[in-house]
Every structure is written in structure tokens, then in C-alpha cells.
């Protein structure tokens, strides 16, 4: 497995998770990260991108405020903490590897994709 996203589960609204994503060196080096978000009978939608060094990270107007992306080079992991959840959150959430340093919402930037994590926020 390449890339391994882990941390979803079941929140109360307003509640607080914080997902991980632990890639292969080759996916990780040198190459942004992104969260991805699929819901039912919706199209996967960008989340947030974090560029190879961690100084540049983009987020989707619907989480701005509230999701963090970040990356620990050392452990070739990127983490997105999500606080202030809502409903209209809950989804699969996928990590994803670009072929570039730097990241971006469009999904044809990344070339590896994880298996995906539910996040499931009730009312």
C-alpha cells in the first residue's frame, strides 16, 4: 500500500478529527500533498493541498477556517485536522500524492490516490 489514510470515524457536529495519511517515500519526496473528499452521489471534490516543503497550502472555501493540512517530512506523512464540523462534512476523505512540489485543487495534479477514510458528522 502506498498510501494509507486513517483517523475518520463517526462525530457529533461541532466535533473535532484529525486524519492521517502515511505515504511511500517515492509518492512523498519532492511532491505536494492533497485531501480529497468524495459524498454520496457527489463528484470528489478538492479539500486542501500542502506544498513539498509545508510552506504553501490552498484550501476549498468550505473548509477555510476550519481544516489545517500539514506534513511531517520526517515521517512522510500529511495530516489534516478538521475542527468545527458539520454535516455537509461527512464524506470519504482521500489523501492523494501530486506529481509536483507544489499542490493544487485540480485532481489531474495528482497521480496517487489512497484508499479513502469515512468521515461520517451528525446533526
Known amino acids: 500500500v502506498q498510501l494509507q489514510a486513517s483517523g475518520g470515524g463517526l462525530v457529533q457536529a461541532g466535533g473535532s478529527l484529525r486524519l492521517s495519511c502515511a505515504a511511500s517515500?517515492?509518492?512523498?519526496?519532492?511532491?505536494?500533498m492533497g485531501w480529497f473528499r468524495q459524498a454520496p452521489g457527489k463528484e470528489r471534490e478538492f479539500v486542501a493541498t500542502?506544498?513539498?516543503?509545508?510552506?504553501?497550502?490552498t484550501y476549498a472555501d468550505s473548509v477555510k477556517g476550519r481544516f489545517t493540512i500539514s506534513r511531517d517530512n520526517t515521517k512522510s506523512t500529511v495530516y489534516l485536522q478538521m475542527n468545527s464540523l458539520k454535516p455537509e462534512d461527512t464524506a470519504v476523505y482521500f489523501c492523494?500524492?501530486?506529481?509536483?512540489?507544489?499542490?493544487?485543487?485540480?485532481?489531474?495534479?495528482?497521480?496517487?490516490w489512497g484508499q479513502g477514510t469515512q468521515v461520517t458528522v451528525s446533526s
Open positions: 500542502v506544498s513539498w516543503r509545508g510552506g504553501s497550502t
Open positions: 517515500l517515492r509518492i512523498f519526496s519532492n511532491n505536494a
Open positions: 492523494a500524492g501530486s506529481r509536483y512540489p507544489i499542490g493544487s485543487p485540480d485532481t489531474s495534479h495528482y497521480r496517487y
